[in-house]
């Protein structure tokens, strides 16, 4: 790979020196950097390549990092990443102990806020706007670049709701690439894509809100970009500008094909093509395990719907979006409009599935309590990548959901520990029995059964069961974690429990365990305050117990990324710590 440019600059006062001349063969130098690491590292491949020039040229125009810039989503920032400081190490993107795959302000002064959910720049860079009006300084610029279809988003709304109506230095950049993970959905898209054709005749939305309007304009033409940014640069007041990109852009493959190359796992460098699946037969993945069952139960009940807040690849919702259109449905990165939606559908009789990611749900909690559990209607919501996820890191692992959904009055939260446990509680939950909602989690990746579609079996809310018998120890798991505890007691005279719900807790089995064994250990994929251990261990204490009570489980800090393994067996979850935490209260 020959980097004759890339390789004289470290930072952007190093790109700054460049004659701008110089620029479109650093932009394919860099496209080819990214293509050539992510091929073997893995990571977010189409995003970061379709905004090669708008970084380049966001770097030569202002004086970064005292003026600030705010990506989102984060997964847009390889490039920034590289032209700050981070090139000779950017191999290790999203490996333990390497940096992470989204900005990140303890990890580079040019990383000004962390974006790994989407659509939070434009009131973070807001009130860095604001605060550099309160301090005095009216020369600083504060750059939003909102992309991957963030800008659908109602906080996205809310921030330039606020900014139209102030004075400050503030510049919004919409990478407008008509796609997210997913194609793009929604009115706006549509108005979006008028007026990238130019047959949009109604008033500009963005002017209407007070901005200055540019655009649209083709964010790759950096020469282009460069004299846009500079005129913008003399205009006070918030400013829009609206430039056109492709995702993927310089990878045929990754042009034509955006959802698989959005984060494509390892593929040849050279051709672009990604290596053909292993033919031996595998497990499924959890989130096909719900996509395909899903669709098999709405074939004989018309009321399911399916809602996903721009995930359907990503959930396997797609597989219903496909047999059922009217009946389910992408509405955008819109987590507390997919909450209420699912809420008002219930309020008529439909048996909502929700499906959201884990870490995805924290953004609507308020619409879980206020709008679903108080008002108790049967919402079924589907958390896919539940616990650690691996390589997105601390902003992406879904560790919170047992803690802070647990305290929800009506809430109904089971976690089950294999394919067809998913499978029979997808099954239960639409018989149309539950008069409450229900949080069903599972994890990312695969399972373990290669026969899952076995006939459908109706489980009994709040019941755990006996997985093997052993003596003094009792192990009491929770969800899938329960492989790791069978890999770990397999040659151990050490009783284990799957639990399957930690609310309602099955207190008759409790009850049975603690008058039975002297040693009890909670294992959780999920943060150990608040989560599975803390409801055993305020059991424990309600029917004063004196049992030794140990929980296994994330600790109270943010877990960085790695691979799942590496970082289960960090938080000491992993079959190995598990053993050997056994074999330590055992003495041997």
């Known amino acids: 790979m020959n980097l004759r440019i890339l390789n004289t600059i470290n930072n952007p006062s190093d790109l700054r020196a460049l004659n701008q001349k110089h620029l479109p063969d650093l932009a394919k130098e860099l496209r080819q950097f990214i293509i050539d690491i992510v091929a073997t590292k893995e990571g977010h491949l189409g995003a970061s390549l379709g905004v090669v020039e708008l970084t380049i040229a966001l770097h030569y125009v202002f004086n970064t990092p005292d003026d600030l810039l705010i990506w989102d989503v984060g997964h847009q920032a390889y490039v920034h990443k590289i032209l700050t400081d981070r090139k000779s190490y950017f191999q290790t993107n999203r490996q333990l102990h390497g940096i992470s795959g989204f900005p990140k302000r303890s990890e580079s002064k040019y990383d000004t806020f962390g974006t790994g959910h989407s659509s939070t720049s434009i009131s973070a860079a807001l009130g860095m706007a604001i605060a550099s009006q309160i301090n005095g300084d009216f020369k600083k610029h504060h750059v939003a670049i909102i992309g991957d279809a963030s800008i659908a988003s109602g906080m996205a709304f809310e921030g330039l709701n606020h900014a139209g109506v102030t004075n400050t230095n503030l510049l919004v950049i919409l990478n407008d690439n008509a796609i997210g993970i997913d194609p793009s959905v929604g009115a706006l898209k549509q108005y979006l ?14 002017e209407a809100l007070n901005f200055n309007y540019s655009g649209p304009i083709d964010g790759h033409d950096v020469f282009k970009i460069i004299s846009e940014l500079e005129r913008l640069k003399t205009i006070e007041g918030p400013k829009f500008l609206h430039i056109i990109t492709t995702k993927g852009k310089g990878l045929k493959q990754a042009e034509e094909n955006q959802v698989v190359y959005h984060a494509p796992g390892k593929f040849d460098a050279i051709t672009g093509d990604i290596p053909a699946k292993p033919s031996t037969l595998q497990a499924p993945k959890y989130q096909d395990v719900f996509g ?297």
Not at 199 to 204: A, S
């Open 193 to 206: 894509t008028n007026v990238k054709t130019g047959i949009q005749k109604q008033d500009n939305i963005f």
């Open 292 to 588: 395909l069952t899903l669709v098999e139960l709405a074939d004989k009940n018309e009321k399911i719907i399916g809602i996903t807040p721009a995930m359907p690849t990503g959930s396997s919702l797609k597989f219903m979006m496909d047999a059922y259109p009217n009946r389910a449905f992408d509405v955008g990165i819109a987590e507390q409009h997919a909450v209420t939606l699912a809420a008002g559908m219930a309020t008529q009789g439909m048996i909502p599935f929700c499906n959201i990611y884990s870490t995805f749900l924290q953004r609507a909690y308020d619409q879980i309590i206020h709008d679903v559990a108080l008002q108790n209607l049967p919402v079924i919501f589907c958390l896919d990548r539940a616990g650690l996820v691996g390589e997105d890191g601390a902003t992406h692992h879904g560790v919170f959901d047992l803690a802070y959904l647990r305290c929800i009055p009506n809430l109904i939260i089971a976690a089950p520990r294999n394919e067809i446990t998913l499978r029979n509680l997808l099954y239960t939950a639409q018989l149309g029995k539950l008069s409450n909602p229900l949080a069903i989690r599972y994890p990312r990746g695969r399972g373990t059964k290669l026969n899952w579609k076995v006939p459908f079996k109706e489980l009994e809310i709040g019941k755990g069961e006996q997985l093997k018998q052993g003596e003094s120890i009792a192990i009491l798991s929770l969800g899938h974690v329960a492989q790791n505890v069978a890999h770990a007691i397999d040659d151990l005279t050490v009783s284990h429990y799957s639990m399957g719900f930690v609310k309602p807790l099955d207190t008759n089995l409790l009850h049975n365990i603690f008058e039975k064994y002297e040693n009890i250990i909670t294992i959780e994929n999920g943060t150990i305050i608040g989560g599975f251990g803390s409801a055993i261990a305020e059991f424990k204490s309600e029917f004063g117990y004196k049992n030794t009570l140990n929980t296994l489980g994330v600790p109270d800090t943010f877990i960085e990324h790695g691979t799942v393994d590496e970082l289960e067996d960090m938080v000491g979850i992993s079959a190995k710590k598990i053993k050997a935490f056994v074999l330590k209260i055992m003495n041997l």
